[in-house]
């Protein structure tokens, strides 16, 4: 792996990690299709592009993690319980990845589509004057399905943070705080796929590449997630739902045509 390799490795993974279509699943495609990296090695290196993301996350929810030190935060006690549903999830279907690797395209359709027919419903539930739920009336249940939804992301080519929008969305979930949970709900999920996939045992990445893939990784991924998060809170958010839904589908089906 050379410079120009790493670096849009990294690139990739900033720019796709918090949109509703698998980055880890794009930059696989990458490595397979034209720097004939083993899918072994493959795998690994996607899930190691992920510390860059991670990284952007703790900068930019920076306050967000110090609150979380206190034992009786609110945030604290959702996030340990997303973590640990992600695990039930998330463990078992990685002893069987090699299986599963044909799934993410329709996967992501589904996704796509749910995310579309949140978005219709979110405008349904405005004109209606319902008003969604804030963090401090987030129940157990609704973290226990968002951190079940993610550990299907460990299988590539389904999208983390499509599957934990869409659940958070459909279990009533503020919108603002859907999409800021999902970003905080990734930092034990890539520490947790860390230490599954012990990145340490990668080859083909040298010292120098590693930063270039992680600094990378982290400008473009705080960029994306600040422009997604001004976004979502210009426009309504229905919209921006819909939007999401209507990009994973093109990026899923173009290739195809």
């Not at 696989?28 to 090695?41: G, H, K, R, Y």
């Not at 973590?83 to 463990?91: F, N, Q, R």
């Not at 963090?135 to 299988?155: H, K, N, P, W, Y």
């Not at 929008?165 to 520490?191: D, H, N, R, Y």
Request: charged share 10%; glycine share 8%; proline share 2%.
């Amino acid at each position: 792996m050379n410079l120009i390799e790493s670096t849009i490795l990294g690139v990739l993974q900033g720019i796709l990690e918090w949109l509703p279509v698998s980055s880890e699943g794009q930059t696989m495609l990458v490595m397979l299709n034209f720097m004939q990296i083993d899918p072994a090695e493959a795998i690994t290196v996607a899930i190691f592009l992920h510390i860059g993301t991670m990284f952007a996350v703790l900068i930019k929810f920076r306050h967000e993690f110090v609150a979380m030190l206190n034992i009786d935060s609110k945030l604290l006690k959702v996030i340990i319980i997303a973590t640990l549903s992600t695990a039930i999830t998330a463990i078992p279907l990685l002893i069987f990845i090699k299986d599963l690797l044909a799934t993410g395209e329709v996967a992501n359709i589904v996704i796509g589509i749910m995310l579309i027919l949140t978005g219709i419903m979110l405008g349904i539930q405005k004109r209606m004057g319902n008003s969604y739920r804030t963090l401090d009336e987030i129940t157990t249940r609704d973290m226990v399905f968002a951190g079940l939804a993610q550990g299907f992301s460990i299988i590539p080519g389904i999208s983390r943070s499509g599957t934990t929008i869409t659940v958070l969305l459909m279990c009533g979930i503020k919108q603002e705080l859907a999409l800021k949970l999902s970003f905080i709900m990734s930092v034990p999920a890539v520490l947790g796929a860390i230490i599954l996939f012990d990145v340490r045992s990668v080859t083909s990445v040298s010292i120098g590449d590693a930063v270039i893939m992680i600094l990378s990784a982290l400008i473009l991924g705080y960029l994306t997630m600040s422009i997604l998060l001004r976004f979502a809170k210009r426009v309504n958010f229905a919209c921006f739902c819909i939007s999401l839904g209507v990009l994973t589908l093109l990026m899923v089906l173009l290739p195809v045509l």
